[in-house]
């Protein structure tokens, strides 16, 4: 089993940047995958990007080139750096624990203001 804390949310201008931070009570390094997922209100769960275990990372095509996911075993951290923030970024973050078993955390706020 695996609890995840996300951290790092919160109001940000249109172009602003943010980095949200992923811990998680065991050792990442072990874990098949690692996953942001958005949530905007009156939409379902979408992907924002992925890394696996081997480092290989996947984005949806709205944050490529914006958005970072990167993972620091040492740690049993994961981040998602946000750069050029939109206000259509706006949404609960959440971060996943991909394997035999999906685990997630509580969510995030961020706020995107035009």
């Known amino acids: 089993q695996v609890q995840l804390v996300e951290s790092g949310g919160g109001l940000v201008q249109a172009g602003g940047s943010l980095r949200l931070s992923c811990a998680a009570s065991r050792r990442i390094f072990s874990i098949d995958y690692m996953g942001w997922y958005r949530q905007a209100p009156g939409k379902q769960r979408e992907l924002v990007a992925s890394?696996?275990?081997?480092?290989?990372?996947n984005y949806a095509d709205s944050v490529k080139g914006r958005f970072t996911i990167s993972r620091d075993n040492a740690k049993n951290t994961v981040y998602l750096r946000m750069n050029s923030l939109k206000p259509e970024d706006t949404a609960v973050y959440y971060c996943k624990a991909g394997g035999p078993l999906d685990y997630w955390g509580q969510g995030t706020q961020v706020t995107v203001s035009s």
């Open positions: 890394i696996s275990r081997g480092g290989s990372t």
